[in-house]
């Protein structure tokens, strides 16, 4: 099941502001192998950028 951008704006947020890869797997519900790929994806603290909040219209 791919992420969804919920998951990934939870990994950033959690990557920007220090959480361990294993507590941010564990709060996702996702295995922490994934959250890890993630982050590599993004390359890891440095170009983890998170989705923009949306507005509720």
């Known amino acids: 099941m791919p992420l969804s ?3 990934r704006d939870s990994i950033c947020r959690g990557l920007e502001a220090g959480v361990s ?3 941010i797997a ?6 922490v ?3 890890s790929r993630e982050a590599a ?8 950028r998170a989705v923009p ?3 509720a219209q």
């Open 5 to 7: 951008a919920e998951d």
């Open 41 to 48: 994806r993004n390359d890891g603290r440095l170009k983890c």
């Open 33 to 35: 192998s994934t959250v």
């Open 53 to 55: 909040e949306q507005r």
């Open 21 to 23: 890869l294993r507590s």
């Open 26 to 31: 564990v709060a996702i519900g996702r295995p």
